[in-house]
Each structure stands twice: as C-alpha cells, then as structure tokens.
C-alpha cells in the first residue's frame, strides 16, 4: 500500500510562511493552518472522534471548514461533506445511511438536524479541552479520505468514497495540464462540500498555492479579484460565468488572469464564444463527484480552435465512448466511460451500484457524448436528462444553447414532458433579461430557424428563476414543477 506524508504537515515544513488561504478579512499561512488544524484534532478526539469513524461537516465556505477537514485527516477519520442546501429529511438520510458518528456544524445550520444527538457546533467544538492524540504523520493512497452524496438524479443518492490517492492524482492531473505558476492563488466561489470546491483546497495544499475564499460568489467581487491580479485562476460553472461576464461589462481581465475552469455540464456556445471575444481564457472541462473533479480538460492552446470541446483526458486518466457496448466511431453519441487512479474505487454501502458502475476498470459515467477524429471529447447531456421524441434523441443542452443565443435570453432551461404521440417533446423555461419582452412566437420561431423540427420546443414557459442546486448546476429534474405557476403568469398577462 502506497504511503505518503500527510499533505499538510509536509507543506508546513516545507514552506510555512507562505500564504495557504485567505478571504475577505485574514490570511493564514501553511504553518498556521496546520497548527489549527492539529488543534481541532485533538478537540474531536476529546468528542470521541476516533481512527476510521465518519464524521460529517454541515458548514458553508469559510477557513475553519478547511481546518477541521485537514484535522480529520490527522486522526484518520472520514469527512462526509454534506450540502448545506438540503432539507433536514435529506442531511437526517445521510447520516443514518453513512453511520456518521458526529456532525460539526455552523451555528446558524446546526437546527437543521433538529434533536440528532450526534450535532456539535463549531462553538462547541472550540469549546473542548484538547487531549493528547497521536497525529497521523502518513496517509495511505487507497484509504478514504472524502466521503460526498451524489445529487440523486437517478434514485436515492449515493455516497461517493473519495480515496486521498484519487485528490492526489486529480491535483497532479490538473497541474500537469494548466500548469504551475508561482503567482497562482485560485479562487474557491464553489462551495467547498462539492468536489470542485474541495479539490481546490486539496490543490492549495499539494501544490503550495494559496486559495481565497469566498463565502458565497459574488461576481463583482470575482471580477475585482481578477481584476486587481489577487487570483489567477477560478472554478466556475456557466450561470456563474454569464453573471460575471454581465458585471464585466466592456472591461477586459489582466494578463495574470490565466485561466478560467469551466464545469457543470456542457457550457452554451454563445457564452463561449462571447469569452472568446472579450479574450478570457476559458477552459471548459468535464468532471463528477465520482472523479474526484475534472478528469477531462482542454488543453490551453486549444481554447479557440476546439471551442465547446471539454478537452482530452488529464495526464494519468483515460477516456471511451460506447455505444450499445462497444468503441463508437468518431462524433458517434454514446456513453462515456473513463478510467484513471483519481476514479472512485464505489459507493459507500453500496456493493451493487459500485459493481454496476465500475466494469474492468472502467467507470460508466451515465453522460452521453463523442470524441471527433482528434480524440477531443464533446460532452452532449446527462443520460438522464435525455429526451427520445419520436424515437429520436433530443438533448435539452443543445436546445438552451439555441434559446441562450437570443438577445432577450437570460437563462434557458430544457426537460422532456410526455406526449401522446411522440412518448416525449422537449419543454422549454426562459427567464428573460430585464427589460426584454419576447415572447413564446417568437422563441419558438427562433428555434425553427435554428433546430430540427422535433428538437423545438412545444412549449416554453416565462419564469422568474430556474431551479439549481449549490453548485449552481442546473436541475433539470425539477423544471417541470414551474408548469402550474408559469400557465398562472402567462393567464394574467
């Protein structure tokens, strides 16, 4: 079983002055995180936090979230990052399906979980007496570090078990494919229970590099960041990007802006090509909570001449598209599997759903897409979110992309609704710019002009807000709810 130091303490000792994280109102460096970190560790062991138990985190993004992560680490305890958005039903089914033995809490989400006997502030925490513990000088690569429930598109979520070898080699993937510079800092405006907000902590740690926090994004904040050349990088996904873009205005970003991280699912081409215009560096890029983030990332100097690709897979990783289970041929749609050391080794608790999902290796992403002949990857939707019309294949991200490119379009939002007689017809949710008036007529003649005749949408529905999880994704699955309030707004109008 392969060792290594524990990230943290080997970064104290390395280069313990240099900054590891900072916000608004203070910085720490590596040194000082680490000593923060031990000192939560030996108050959790006061708790009765012990080698192996699951401990869950209920806090939004702030420093001390990244201490007591790093402090389960020392203890060779498991953190179970939990979505501070969820009812208190779906945190309660977490922590009865996981076995978590204490959850630490922000004050203000701690009543959240009601009379769950197993919930600590982070006050109370602070409040314990440190004990005497032996501090984990070593982590082993196939021990779970991370523990994070899938969304639950498809049925009841899962918890995803995150080994500290899977955010090694998805640090070291991504540093082999952007690069390190000695004046990066990353900017984390995603939530730091998703993948894509741990996996820059994880990175600041690995790497060295100092990350700034953001308690929740704020784009013109973003873009001062950016601006003022404090952050070099940031991980965003679409909607975040079009709210940046939008405060931008006819401002352009500092060279020492080098890369923008473009997740969450297939991004709209015209906001790609709007970035590209304004000359901001977008890196789209293809990732889960199964792959411990991005396992898929263009490659720099293919930013303009593959826009809306997501890239080729990072160094350690591999990539196959199947169909009907064998090698599709170029911009054949099929399943995307990949395969690499930053891949889940299963589901907690979940011997079938691993089984299922892992096959010789290889790990069956239920999201359709194709490599075209250069073996660049273009991810077209969720399998999930696949609508079939008429024995056809629809996919609602091709048809935002359309309504996105209309000048009155703020947000575009698509699912499938039953048809008597084509089994399923795409239905289309418009939030519009303030101020615009276009209408479902002219949407929707827009459309033709635009798409196949069974790809336009049979209706589309003017809302106030599109339905989106923390990570700001899209849930495409919860569309169809804004029916009964969108037929009443559209009665009065």
Known sequence: MTTMPNWLKQRAFL?????????????????ELYEASATWARRLAAAGVREGDIVAILMKNRIEMIEIVHALFLLG????????????????????????RLVIADEELAGRLGGDGRVMTTSALAALSEVDVLL???????????????????????????????????????????????GDC?????????ISGLSIAMRSVIYGMPMYIQPSF?????NALIMNGTVTIMSVVAAMLQRMVAELGEARYPDTFRCMLLGGGPA????????????????????????????????????????????????????????????AAPHEAGEIVVKGPNVTKGYLHRPEATERAIRGGWFYT??????????????????????????????PAEIEAVLLSHPDVEEAGVTGIDDDTWGQVPCAFVVLKKGAAADEHGLKQFCRERLAKYKVPARIYFVDALPRNAAQKLLRRELKTLIPEAEKRASRL
């Open 136 to 182: 984990k000088e070593t982590l082993e690569l196939d021990e779970t570090a991370t523990i994070m429930y899938t969304s639950g598109t498809t049925g009841t979520p899962k918890g995803v078990l995150q080994t500290y070898g899977n955010h090694w080699w998805s640090a070291v993937g991504s540093a082999l494919n952007l690069g390190l510079h000695e």
């Open 366 to 395: 239920g999201d359709i897409g194709y490599v075209d002949e250069d073996g660049f990857l273009y991810v077209l939707d969720r399998r999930s979110d696949l609508i079939i019309s008429g024995g056809e294949n629809v996919y």
């Open 15 to 31: 280069t313990p002055e240099r900054t590891a994280v900072r916000d608004r109102e203070r910085a720490k460096t590596f040194a």
């Open 186 to 194: 990353w900017l984390a405006a995603v939530p730091l229970f998703h």
């Open 268 to 327: 709209p081409r015209p906001l790609l090509e709007t970035c590209k215009e304004k000359g901001i560096p977008v890196y789209q890029t293809y990732g889960m909570t199964e792959t411990s983030s991005q396992i898929v990332t263009l490659a720099p100097e293919y930013s303009l001449t593959k826009l809306g690709s997501a890239g080729k897979p990072l160094f350690p990783a591999e990539l196959c598209i199947l169909k009907d289970g064998k090698p």
């Open 77 to 100: 305890a498991r953190a179970l990052l939990q979505n501070v958005r969820l009812t208190s039903y779906e945190l309660g089914w977490q922590l009865d399906d996981s076995g978590a």
């Open 218 to 222: 704020d784009p013109k904040e973003a």
